[in-house]
């Protein structure tokens, strides 16, 4: 038994093999062009998708020519695509990169309000979410919104293309802004009141669901069996959660890459006063996740290597020699904008405390720790919602470096468990193709055969009591100084 799983991220379209244990054997790699503007355009061609699409299946399928896969996978960044009537892309997909749509947003929460969104849908609203791409395409481009027919996810469309079938899952729906999670449907209301057809919407799916079986037409363009069994999956965060074990009891998940991003099972959809917490449908029956997306962690380390000329790899040693706090240096590490926990998207990167004698490993490090401070912080805000999680797994592309696993476990008080795989997505789309096909036990108890193990960091109490007195200066600093980022941003052109 063996799944062929398919990820389409941001930089990379990759296809892997994924055995019956778990492990994975191969994967293949194909770059992604993505239309960057500086008019906050972010777009992708869906004909370039499935076309590197095909090429990383080929590409594996000739390490593995005998290989007849139980299953086929998908999950891709989150993006969205317009359909016309005979299903055909109207334009490229707009991703969550996309931000032209700031001043529809605004508008939407002059016409619902703020409170009355995320009592809704438990998300606080952004230009990212589909909601206010619509209403600037039917304000920009008329002609393309008034013959949308279906809005789909990136996903979904891969998932189209193997098999013919239009489909979503509930936790892409999350992300549209018109889904009432509480009560498990799109919401009337909120359709209403943005113009938006109902109708636009495939009804969702779980993402371990059969979505249908590759078509003899995709059989052709990627050379899999046709007949092969395709399951809905879901998006690379969404996906990802499951492969870093978030069904475990009393375990957040932190999935760190360019970006972080944390969360924990719930049997509810809590309500944040505050508005800080994201929920996602989740999919194990009766279970969501909460928590959200933070800002930039891996690429505001790779971004300084960059402009420092060197990479964080060679100063490994030197990091972890430093004592806590960096010698009194602090990173602010939100390059772009800083999502959960502070959902300020004008508060961008800053460094305090800079001295004569700080070197390149006392910025990389003030950075790891600037990560963990935005960390802790959220971690705050769930236990005051009632989810205190007693450790934290760690995946992802930053869950290899040692010294910022300690100081995760030292900023967070908690013990951090760096995962055996790293590639958590992939895992979580096998593990979705091992659901769909293995009826004998739950999604949780076929988890927990793939998941687990690890190596473990746990705090130190000294360099955790210095990090309770550093964070507080780094919660003060962002809240004093709110205004002084937003006045620099509307001075950027």
């Known amino acids: 038994m063996s799944f062929l799983v398919i990820d389409n991220g941001t930089s990379h379209c990759r296809a892997a093999v994924v055995s019956a244990t778990g492990e994975l054997v191969s994967q293949s790699r194909a770059p992604v062009a993505i239309d960057l503007r500086p008019s906050a355009v972010a777009e992708v061609g869906t004909g370039h998708i499935w076309h590197q699409v095909c090429e990383v299946i080929r590409a ?80 920009n481009r008329p002609e393309v919104f008034c013959r949308i027919n279906r809005v789909i996810g990136l996903k979904d469309d891969i998932v189209r293309r193997l098999t ?50 590759v078509s003899d037409q995709a ?64 999919m194990a029956p009766g279970s969501f996740l909460v928590g959200g997306a933070l800002g930039l962690a891996g690429g505001t380390v790779q971004r300084m290597g960059t402009l420092l000329q060197t990479c964080v790899d060679r100063h490994a040693e030197k990091i972890s020699g430093l004592p806590p706090g960096s010698e009194g240096l602090l990173f602010f590490p939100g390059l772009s904008g800083e999502r959960a926990p502070y959902w300020k998207d004008f508060l961008t990167g800053g460094m305090i405390g800079l001295t004569m004698k700080h070197r390149a490993e006392h910025i990389f490090r003030a950075i790891m720790e600037g990560t963990a401070f935005r960390l802790l912080k959220l971690l705050q805000i769930l236990r005051d919602n009632g989810l205190a999680p007693e450790a934290l797994n760690v995946a992802g592309g930053c869950a290899g470096m040692d010294v910022w696993n300690q100081i995760r476990a030292d900023v967070l008080g908690l013990e951090v468990i760096r995962l055996p795989v790293a590639e958590a997505t992939v895992l979580g789309t096998a593990l979705f193709c091992r659901a769909a096909i293995d009826k004998s036990g739950s999604l949780a108890e076929l988890a927990a055969e793939w998941i687990g193990g690890g190596k473990s960091y746990l705090p130190d109490p000294y360099a955790a009591k210095q990090y309770q007195s550093l964070f507080e200066i780094f919660d003060r600093y962002v809240q004093s100084t709110s205004e002084i980022y937003r006045e620099l941003k509307s001075l950027q052109v």
């Open 60 to 139: 594996e399928l000739q390490k593995h020519p005998a290989a007849a896969f139980e299953a086929v996978g998908v999950s891709a960044m989150l993006g969205y695509v317009f359909l016309d009537k005979k299903n055909r892309p109207l334009m490229p997909a707009i991703i969550w990169m996309d931000n032209r749509a700031t001043a529809e947003a605004k508008e939407i929460l002059d016409r619902v309000g703020e409170e009355e969104l995320y009592r809704r849908t438990r998300r606080r609203l952004t230009p990212e979410l589909l909601a206010p791409k619509l209403l600037w395409l039917s304000k």
């Open 219 to 282: 059989a052709r363009a990627t050379g899999l069996k046709s007949g092969t069994p395709v399951i809905v999956g879901s998006s690379d965060g969404t996906t990802a959660m499951y492969g870093g074990g978030i069904l475990e009891d009393n375990k957040a998940v932190l999935v760190s890459g360019t970006t972080d991003v944390l969360m924990i099972r719930s049997a509810h959809a809590p309500y944040d006063p505050s508005r800080t917490l994201s929920v996602n449908t989740g």
């Open 164 to 213: 013919g079938s239009v489909q979503t899952d509930v936790a892409h729906l999350n992300y549209t802004l018109f889904y009432n999670i509480e009560e498990g449907r799109l919401d009337a209301d909120l359709l209403d009141a943005l113009g938006i057809a109902p109708s636009f919407f495939p009804d969702p799916g779980l993402a371990a669901d059969s979505a249908g079986r």
